[in-house]
C-alpha cells in the first residue's frame, strides 16, 4: 500500500519559476526542497500571478504603517510605487493560495520572505526604499489562519522538522 505524501505548498519563485515583478525566479538550492520534489510533494503556487498580475510588473509594498490584517479588513491597501492600488489583486490571489492548500490537504508552506504577499516574518515598509520591517504578507495571513504552518525559505529545515512530526504517528 502507497501511503499518500503530505503536500507542501511553495512559492513558485523558489522554485524557480519566473514570477517574480522582475521577472526573475529565486530558486532555492535546499536539498530538503530537492527531495520534496522528487517525491511529488510540492505544489507550486505564486499568489501575484494567480490574481491576475503579469510578470514582470510593477513592484508593490503594503502602504506604510499597514499590516496583512489591516489589509485584509479594509484598513490599509497594497500599492504600486506610482499609487496604483493593487489591493484586489493581492486578496485574490491570497484567497486562492488558501483553496490550493484545502484542495491539496496541504497543512505546511514554505514561501518567499519580504514580499507583500508571502512575507513571513519580514515585508518592505511601504517606502519603497528596500527597508523591511516586522510583519507578513496577505498570504502568508491568511494561510496561518487557516491553520497552515508558514515557514520562509531560510527556515526549510524547520518545515521539515514539522513535516516529520506531522507523519509520525
Known amino acids: ?6 503536500k ?19 530558486a532555492t538550492a ?3 526542497v530537492a527531495r520534496w520534489r522528487a517525491e511529488g510533494r510540492l505544489v507550486s503556487y505564486c ?4 490574481g491576475g498580475l503579469p510578470v514582470p510588473r ?4 503594503i502602504e506604510a504603517g499597514g499590516t496583512a490584517a489591516a489589509v485584509l479588513d479594509g484598513s490599509a491597501r497594497i500599492i504600486t510605487p506610482a499609487g496604483a492600488d493593487v489591493t484586489e489583486v493581492f486578496l485574490a490571489g491570497a484567497h486562492g493560495a488558501v483553496r490550493a492548500a484545502r484542495r491539496h490537504g496541504t497543512r505546511i508552506a514554505v514561501l518567499k520572505e519580504g514580499s507583500p504577499s508571502c512575507g513571513v516574518h519580514r515585508v518592505h515598509d511601504g517606502t519603497f526604499s528596500g527597508t523591511t520591517i516586522d510583519g507578513s504578507g ?15 525559505e531560510s527556515e526549510i529545515d524547520a518545515a521539515a522538522a514539522h ?6 504517528p
Open 1 to 6: 500500500m502507497v501511503k499518500n505524501l503530505e
Open 8 to 26: 507542501i505548498l511553495v512559492s513558485a519563485c523558489l522554485l524557480g519559476q519566473r514570477v517574480r515583478y522582475d521577472g526573475a525566479g529565486k
Open 30 to 32: 535546499h536539498a530538503e
Open 47 to 50: 499568489p501575484e500571478v494567480a
Open 58 to 61: 510593477p513592484p508593490a509594498e
Open 138 to 152: 496577505v498570504t502568508a495571513h491568511l494561510l496561518r489562519a487557516a491553520g497552515v504552518a508558514v515557514f520562509s
Open 163 to 168: 513535516l516529520a512530526a506531522l507523519a509520525s
